[in-house]
């Protein structure tokens, strides 16, 4: 029987590759299980969408039921809402055409219908016109969550995924209305979740509504010691021997980023096996990282032909300086980068085209690890 690859990326990581979590894992039940609100901020490709199932499972062991909403999946308001109801729905498919339903609203009555196909559960609100009937509904839908739970008797734990992407909808108002709702549903825990911090910790400050409506969980990378052990135990138990100082290189080439450690590994594993060969060492590595690079040739490139120079200019500088000190007259200097007030507003957009992120101690790294290399080997 062919070896299975032992290092997932690109999609939910099962428990047996979940790494590095355990006391972010262990907070996130305690506090959902206990009704809490939790804000959970992370640049992307940090581990927060595993993190969130991995606790669902074991709220599910609790008869705690769960559901996942990514709201940024949503192209309006009112879809969003839609959407809201539909996966709300879904946690009691009884066979009564779920006609209790209709009975929970009071301004506007839901259109439920199969769709043809799947079977699944349309829902719309065709008499929804104007902002503020949009207002209306979506004052109404929040507060379904506990009267569904009520309606259950077991206690409901809701994920919005992506949820700085509310800031979006009915003028910014959304905020006000899910925080009225929420703040008096004990029976209902939340995950408030986005992959944006920069915006996330703008609708956690004092001036927002949320402020202080829960604990917030804030993911950093995994200790890199642990993450590189992790890497040579899953070789090794893969039926590979790992050279001395392996999981080390594969963490610090992938830029200790959960999602480019795995998917360095993962691919390094199928080549290593493709060849045939029963230890797995530094070239190895290096030699994947030429495929992928090369594979992704065209794709990087299109994005550094988007970019304008002066935001080329400091993308090469965060590669090349290690993201320190970008703004400082040094740096602008030694990669002739121009003004600070130039150099801030090109570091802002290159964080809302995801390129880079802000770290914790105040440097810029780039979000795709095989991006910057690209940058580092192509660029000039």
């Known amino acids: 029987m062919a070896r299975s690859n032992p290092f997932v990326y690109g999609e939910v990581v099962p428990k047996s590759a979940f790494v590095g979590r355990k006391s972010e894992l262990e907070r996130l039940v305690a506090?959902?299980?206990?009704?809490?609100?939790?804000?959970?901020?992370?640049?992307?490709?940090?581990?927060?969408?595993?993190?969130?199932?991995?606790?669902?499972?074991?709220?599910?062991?609790?008869?705690?039921?769960?559901?996942?909403?990514?709201?940024?999946?949503?192209?309006?308001?009112?879809?969003?809402?839609?959407?809201?109801?539909?996966?709300?729905?879904?946690?009691?498919?009884?066979?009564?055409?779920?006609?209790?339903?209709?009975?929970?609203?009071?301004?506007?009555?839901?259109?439920?219908?199969?769709?043809?196909?799947?079977?699944?559960?349309a829902v719309s609100f065709p008499a929804v016109r104007t902002p503020r009937d949009a207002a209306r509904l979506g004052a109404e839908v929040f507060a379904l969550p506990a009267r569904i739970a009520a309606r259950r008797?077991?206690?409901?734990?809701?994920?919005?995924?992506?949820?700085?992407?509310?800031?979006?909808?009915?003028?910014?108002?959304?905020?006000?209305?899910?925080r009225a709702a929420v703040q008096l549903q004990r029976q209902v825990g939340y995950v408030f979740a986005g992959s944006e911090p920069s915006l996330m910790e703008q609708?956690?400050?004092?001036?927002?509504?949320?402020?202080?409506?829960?604990?917030?969980?804030?993911?950093?990378?995994?200790?890199?010691?642990?993450?590189?052990?992790?890497?040579?135990?899953?070789?090794?138990?893969?039926?590979?021997?790992p050279e001395a100082g392996l999981g080390a290189a594969i963490v610090d080439v992938a830029g200790n980023l959960p999602y480019d450690v795995q998917r360095l590994a993962h691919e390094t594993w199928?080549?290593?096996?493709?060849?045939r060969l029963r230890a797995v060492g530094l070239d190895d590595v290096h030699r994947t990282l030429h495929r992928l690079l090369a594979e992704q040739e065209?794709?990087?490139?299109?994005?550094?032909?988007?970019?304008?120079?002066?935001q080329r200019a400091v993308l090469r500088a965060v590669v090349l300086d290690h993201g320190h000190e970008i703004l400082g007259a040094d740096a602008r200097t030694r990669?002739?980068?121009?003004?600070?007030?130039?150099?801030?507003?090109?570091?802002?957009?290159?964080?809302?085209?995801?390129?880079?992120?802000?770290?914790?101690?105040?440097?810029?790294?780039?979000?795709?690890?095989?991006?910057?290399?690209?940058?580092?080997r192509k660029t000039y």
Do not use: C
């Open 335 to 376: 990669y002739r980068l121009g003004g600070a007030s130039s150099v801030q507003t090109s570091l802002l957009a290159l964080q809302r085209l995801d390129l880079i992120a802000r770290e914790d101690d105040g440097r810029y790294s780039v979000v795709d690890s095989l991006m910057r290399e690209w940058v580092a």
């Open 270 to 275: 199928d080549d290593v096996t493709v060849a």
């Open 31 to 121: 506090d959902l299980t206990d009704g809490q609100k939790v804000f959970l901020i992370s640049p992307r490709r940090y581990g927060k969408s595993s993190l969130i199932r991995h606790a669902f499972a074991a709220l599910g062991r609790d008869r705690i039921d769960t559901l996942e909403v990514t709201v940024s999946s949503f192209s309006s308001y009112v879809a969003f809402l839609e959407g809201y109801v539909r996966a709300l729905a879904g946690l009691d498919a009884r066979s009564d055409g779920r006609s209790w339903l209709r009975d929970l609203f009071t301004t506007f009555t839901p259109e439920l219908r199969a769709e043809s196909g799947s079977g699944a559960l």
């Open 203 to 241: 609708m956690v400050s004092s001036r927002r509504p949320f402020y202080k409506a829960g604990p917030i969980v804030r993911l950093g990378r995994i200790p890199p010691d642990v993450f590189a052990r992790f890497i040579d135990d899953r070789f090794k138990r893969a039926g590979l021997t």
């Open 298 to 310: 065209i794709f990087f490139e299109s994005v550094w032909q988007r970019l304008t120079l002066a």
């Open 153 to 178: 008797g077991r206690r409901l734990v809701i994920a919005l995924d992506e949820f700085q992407a509310v800031t979006g909808y009915d003028a910014g108002n959304v905020e006000q209305t899910l």
